[in-house]
């Protein structure tokens, strides 16, 4: 046998992006004969250590010069950049033939500012999965993975009907409210588990306090991503904002009920073959993106997200479940 193409794929951030190039990996070693490594923030081992298709991961931690050192040690062939910002540019130093991801910023900006769409249709994932098309690697549309840690266990009884909620969200424009969220739990029979960081503590909190019945759960902050992964794939269906939670579902082939207001399905980052029976509700406001990231809206302060009702989701929900 041939010695195999030693590949490093590179991906700093953040949990959705990470996931979205899961397929790159499946691909790369289904399909050639290839050692592969992986180089992202220590922050999201938790997504990359269980993946079976990789057979090693650095980490950026203190030291990028000290990075640098030992990645130039192992005399990779190619270095598939997925992330494309300054600091990765900076692996050239590494004198390998190196290909990067086209991000279509220009044409991001031209949709977001006058409506023009340029072909931005394209997933995430198949931009990524271009960014490897020289090696003679074809998508095998199987989807994302996600590779759970069966030790998981949550203080829950997921064994039961249950809705799974992703509060979160990257900017406060990208999140339902607190109101919206309470107002559809008063109407659902089913538990809800609300899932988010630190950060979305204390809206887990307020929701639960202007919920008047007692079966919502505050698990955010409580658990890690991988426990926040077992509840996934246990829940009946996910809710969620555009967050790395729902990439997750996605992987997980969930049903998943998707938000969309500053940031819109069609510019590459929707669920990426979810369950079947998913639903995307979008802000009626507009049709385009208000921002670049989501961290602002043309319409209100708040984000045009707010303006999805309580009814629509409940509609959605009954869709799904039935």
Same mark, same amino acid.
């Given at each position: 046998?041939?010695?195999?193409?030693?590949?490093?794929?590179?991906?700093?951030?953040?949990?959705?992006?990470?996931?979205?190039?899961?397929?790159?990996?499946?691909? *790369?070693?289904?399909?050639?004969?290839?050692?592969?490594?992986?180089?992202?923030?220590?922050?999201?081992?938790?997504?990359?250590?269980?993946?079976?298709?990789?057979?090693?991961?650095?980490?950026? #931690?203190?030291?990028?010069?000290?990075?640098?050192?030992?990645?130039?040690?192992?005399?990779?062939?190619?270095?598939?950049?997925?992330?494309?910002?300054?600091?990765?540019?900076?692996? *050239?130093?590494?004198?390998?033939?190196?290909?990067?991801?086209?991000?279509?910023?220009?044409?991001?900006? *031209?949709?977001?500012?006058?409506?023009?769409?340029?072909?931005?249709?394209?997933?995430?994932?198949?931009?990524?999965?271009?960014?490897?098309?020289?090696?003679?690697?074809?998508?095998?549309?199987?989807?994302?993975?996600?590779?759970?840690?069966?030790?998981? #266990?949550?203080?829950?009884?997921?064994?039961?009907?249950?809705?799974?909620?992703?509060?979160?969200?990257?900017?406060?424009?990208?999140?339902?409210?607190?109101?919206?969220?309470?107002?559809?739990?008063?109407?659902?029979?089913?538990?809800?588990?609300?899932?988010?960081?630190?950060? #979305?503590?204390?809206?887990?909190?307020?929701?639960?306090?202007?919920?008047?019945?007692?079966?919502?759960?505050?698990?955010?902050?409580?658990?890690?991503?991988? #426990?926040?992964?077992?509840?996934?794939?246990?829940?009946?269906?996910?809710?969620?904002?555009?967050?790395?939670?729902?990439?997750?579902?996605?992987?997980?082939?969930?049903?998943?009920?998707?938000?969309?207001?500053?940031?819109?399905?069609?510019?590459?980052?929707?669920?990426?073959?979810?369950?079947?029976?998913?639903?995307?509700?979008?802000?009626?406001?507009?049709?385009?993106?208000?921002?670049?990231?989501?961290?602002?809206?043309?319409?209100?302060?708040?984000?045009?997200?707010?303006?999805?009702?309580?009814?629509?989701? *409940?509609?959605?929900?009954?869709?799904?479940?039935?």
């Amino acid at each position: 046998m041939s010695k195999p193409i030693k590949i490093l794929i590179v991906r700093f951030s953040s949990i959705g992006d990470i996931v979205l190039t899961s397929p790159v990996i499946r691909c *790369l070693k289904t399909q050639i004969n290839t050692e592969l490594h992986f180089l992202t923030k220590y922050q999201y081992h938790s997504l990359l250590i269980n993946n079976q298709y990789l057979d090693k991961i650095y980490y950026l #931690e203190n030291s990028f010069t000290e990075t640098l050192r030992e990645l130039k040690k192992e005399n990779y062939d190619y270095i598939i950049d997925l992330h494309n910002n300054i600091r990765s540019f900076f692996l *050239l130093r590494l004198g390998v033939k190196m290909k990067r991801y086209y991000k279509s910023n220009f044409n991001k900006i *031209l949709n977001i500012n006058f409506g023009l769409k340029l072909n931005n249709k394209i997933h995430t994932v198949e931009r990524y999965m271009q960014t490897i098309k020289f090696l003679g690697v074809k998508n095998d549309h199987k989807g994302l993975d996600y590779f759970l840690d069966i030790k998981n #266990e949550i203080d829950f009884n997921v064994d039961q009907k249950f809705i799974a909620w992703s509060i979160g969200g990257s900017f406060q424009q990208k999140q339902l409210s607190a109101e919206q969220v309470s107002g559809v739990c008063n109407n659902l029979k089913e538990p809800v588990l609300l899932l988010g960081g630190e950060n #979305e503590k204390h809206t887990g909190d307020r929701i639960i306090n202007l919920t008047q019945k007692d079966n919502v759960y505050n698990f955010c902050g409580k658990l890690s991503v991988n #426990e926040s992964a077992y509840v996934i794939n246990k829940c009946s269906v996910l809710l969620s904002n555009d967050t790395g939670l729902m990439h997750i579902g996605a992987a997980l082939k969930k049903n998943i009920l998707s938000f969309w207001g500053c940031t819109k399905p069609d510019l590459g980052f929707s669920p990426y073959f979810p369950g079947e029976k998913s639903i995307k509700l979008v802000s009626d406001k507009s049709q385009r993106q208000c921002s670049k990231h989501g961290s602002s809206c043309r319409f209100t302060k708040e984000g045009c997200i707010k303006g999805i009702s309580s009814e629509s989701i *409940l509609n959605s929900i009954s869709k799904i479940l039935s």
